[in-house]
């Protein structure tokens, strides 16, 4: 019988060798995992269950709510309020944060997530996931009550105590780091449990595929469209090798294949809204993806610093991304720092 790790015992090991993870968070890691897999159940469903299309409802982003983004954000947070782990929680679909009822125990973690991100995906079959951050409460001092607040959650990526994120495609899949490298879990669905499928997931350093939407090419800065346009001309141009392109739109299924089998992924600042930093949210996309890419050997920045260590202002803030391949994301950052050194930068 081959011997298969199950999430439960590789969680119990972190714990038990090297002190990865203290008892409380092993047990918020295996809630959330629970809840991915009801979710799972729910989009496996689709419109058997009555759970496709929009929910005529707007979130705090002034995006419309699918039916199952708000069903993958409530069994999120009717799983964890109760187990006396976290002190509140945060989302994409909830304008300000939650905090744990009074009438269950408060516990030290902060949780935050977008429940399903790449949700335009979910009434054409195509592949999305749920993104999660874990924080531990900074003035934890017995002394002060201080009820928790959204200041509590405004810490810098490289705080984070787990992440990780689950895609939910032709497999289900549970991808985690707690800090020491990457594992990913196979959801094996005639047991119900997670199946350890790849342990210390490695990036390659190197590339020939790119992710971002073309369709903004006009919208860049000057940085991203000379990597871009070097990469098009192939391997008769500055790149001397051709690249392939590819963009789901959904940022769980590209970093997957990502961490799968090496890449960049682009969603830059562009000249469509300059005010706004990015697309995608810091708190809750970039920082829990950010720290996946680097625990497997490859990096994150906003095109100027490392993503892990910009310090948010606001719960939902924006952010550039530049992430995979570690070499590629330095070219591009690279090129950031040129742009913004001779002028040619407009963000
Ligand atoms: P666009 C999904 O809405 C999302 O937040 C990410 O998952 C994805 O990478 C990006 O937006 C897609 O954005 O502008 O290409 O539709």
Request: net charge negative; charged share 25%.
């Amino acid at each position: 019988m081959n011997k298969t790790i199950s999430l439960t015992r590789y969680l119990v090991e972190k714990q038990r060798v090297g002190g990865h993870i203290p008892p409380e968070l092993r047990l918020l890691i295996e809630v959330v995992a629970r809840a991915c897999k009801r979710i799972s159940i729910s989009i496996n469903k689709g419109a058997l269950g009555g759970v496709l299309g929009s929910a005529d409802t707007e979130n705090v982003q002034g995006e419309v709510q699918k039916k199952l983004d708000i069903i993958a954000n409530e069994v999120l947070i009717e799983a964890n309020e109760w187990g006396g782990h976290l002190a509140a929680m945060a989302s994409e679909e909830m304008d300000g944060i939650y905090a744990v009822p009074n009438r269950f125990p408060q516990g030290e973690y902060l949780l935050m997530f977008d429940p399903l991100d790449g949700s335009s995906n979910i009434d054409v079959n195509v592949s999305i996931g749920t993104i999660f951050s874990v924080l531990r409460k900074q003035n934890d001092d017995p002394e002060t009550v201080e009820p928790v607040c959204e200041q509590d959650f405004l810490q810098p990526g490289k705080q984070q105590v787990a992440a990780g994120y689950c895609v939910y495609g032709p497999q289900t899949t549970l991808v985690l780091t707690v800090g020491d490298g990457v594992a990913m879990f196979t959801l094996d669905r005639e047991q119900g449990s997670w199946v350890l499928t790849q342990d210390q997931v490695r990036i390659p350093e190197d590339t020939r595929e790119f992710a971002i939407n073309m369709s903004n090419m006009r919208h860049w800065d000057a940085p991203v469209r000379r990597y871009i346009d070097e990469c098009l001309q192939g391997k008769d141009g500055p790149r001397g090798k051709d690249f392939n392109m590819r963009w789901i739109a959904s940022m769980v299924a590209d970093v997957h294949r990502i961490l799968t089998r090496g890449g960049i992924f682009m969603y830059p600042w562009d000249k469509r809204e300059p005010h706004k930093p990015g697309k995608l949210r810091l708190m809750y996309e970039a920082n829990p993806m950010g720290w996946l890419v680097e625990q497997a050997g490859g990096a994150a920045t906003n095109g100027r610093q490392r993503i892990l260590d910009l310090h948010p202002t606001q719960l939902h803030e924006r952010v550039s991304v530049i992430l995979g391949s570690r070499n590629e994301v330095e070219r591009v950052t690279a090129y950031h720092r040129e742009a913004a050194a001779d002028g040619t930068s407009a963000a």
